[in-house]
């Protein structure tokens, strides 16, 4: 084996889906260059996905902020300046291929997969970090030295050793959603937590190609209003970092921090396969106002005592869906911080670089950790469309509507959980018993899944340009009502009919009179009270058993 080997540049290693739905394998080159001619990122994992995103998006922020596209020598010194760049870049419709050449050509040493001095994404004095096999690179498998799983989906040569395209895929991914399990080999050192990426819950917008949306979430002012300092990818520093869980600055541009080196790592190889790496802690910053990074939901929390609030990253929840967040994406709360990438958008919606009727597709990725983030437990995805013009000024009047019907509907599923636990009770169940916890947790989550794909579509169907503001939103007002009322009842009558002839006889509990025909009645004027529903015709609501 040659000591300087595969270099990301040419080999092909990022998985893509083609426009014919078929997945590829093509160089860093060729997603940047060809990025119109493919449909997304298609790796193995949607992780994956993201962290090979921000790769990407590093080696364009360092590209255009200091080249035009001509390549020629042109930094990014205002705003102005920087919307006039990404507008010219977005109009071409693909990135110019100069540009990119001259930089990547540039620097093409520092993207060896295996270097003796500078291992992409990597650092020769991880040599001496703790050593882990091929199963916990691979992010399909993740297995510790300590746990190993009983069902892999993959086996033999798969999980033994991993060609050196998936090692690739799965380096850049370990740096960025590692787990807390490696042991420091220095004494007295802090922890830096899991991998930057595995703390943050991950929000980027989606377009129709590769090349859309590495452009829109390509943001080159800060919150969309501030000029990023001069970009620092992680391959241009003259010596790969080797100092254990070093704690840093934020980084102020965002190269630096796309590239961000949360762990020192260092492949392992054997006949032409990785088998195994070496792992030390790495560069880590405090996730508290942690402002530069664009793309993460975030959340308020109090400061204690006479100390101020702050705003760190959102975790995802693997039981919550995406819309259920909607004020988290795009007006926050009193002190709340909405996402960069957001802010982004909206700047170029304002500026009319993107049309009035643009539709985007956001998505959230993230992974959900055991035990103080021991090991990796799930990946969480999500997604969802709307039109841009929510997010604008002018959204806000729509935003409060959306707001009061997520509201509406997360009351309602509450109303199903107290009618579980009441049929529960008449059915001679156990009160406050962990099976009568679980009958109203079942409830309320049944009813999040049958408004899940009505909620989304009736939020891409809102168009704020259309028609009279006012008129619109009484229609959309009604016709969510009638959506999530109607849904509610069904749901309510289908656990009543299931309640049994127990639940149907009923019993006494502490005083109260628990059965199916009595709970259900009660039910059915709390949900048609709390839609609002007497001004709806009694055909189109009265559905009581």
Known sequence: MSEIEFNLLDEPWIRVMTEDCTAQEISLTQALWEGHHYRRLAGELP???????????????????????????????????????????????????????????????????????????????????????????????????????????????????????????????????????????????????????????????EGKTLFETLMLNLALLKDGSQIWEEPAPVWELEKPKGEERTEIAMPDNQAELLTLQSRRLLLIRENEQVVGYTLLGGDFFSKINADAEQMTLWEYREGKKNEPGYNQPKRLKPDRQMWRDFSAITVPQSNGKTPGIMNWVVLLKWKEVLENNFIIHFRTVGAKYGDKDFFIEDILEDHLDFHISLLEEGGKLWDKLIQDKIAQTEKAAWFLGVLAEELFKAAGGQPDSDAEKGRIYQASQMYYSAVDIPFRRWLASIDPDLGDAEELRAKKDEQWRMEAYHLAMKQGQKMVQNAGEAAFAGRWVEGKFYSSPNVFNRFFWQIRDHFNMKSITKEKTDERP
């Open 47 to 205: 992780t994956q996905d993201v962290a090979i995103l921000r790769l990407l998006l590093a080696v364009l922020h360092t590209v255009f902020y200091r080249m035009d596209l001509d390549g020629e020598d042109n930094p990014i010194e205002t705003p102005g300046q920087a919307v006039q760049r990404w507008q010219m870049l977005w109009k071409t419709g693909q990135f110019p291929r100069e540009p990119i050449r001259k930089y990547l050509e540039q620097w093409k040493e520092r993207f060896w997969l295996f270097h003796p001095e500078h291992p992409f994404y990597q650092t020769p004095a991880a040599s001496v970090g703790t050593v882990y096999t091929a199963a916990k690179l691979n992010g399909e498998l993740s297995e510790s030295n300590n746990k190993v799983r009983l069902f892999p989906v993959c086996l033999g040569k798969e999980k033994a050793g991993l060609d050196y395209a998936a090692a690739a895929r799965w380096l850049i991914h370990l740096n960025g959603f590692d787990d807390t399990s490696a042991k420091p080999k220095g004494k007295g050192l802090p922890s830096p937590g899991a991998g930057w990426l595995g703390k943050l819950g991950l929000i980027y917008a």
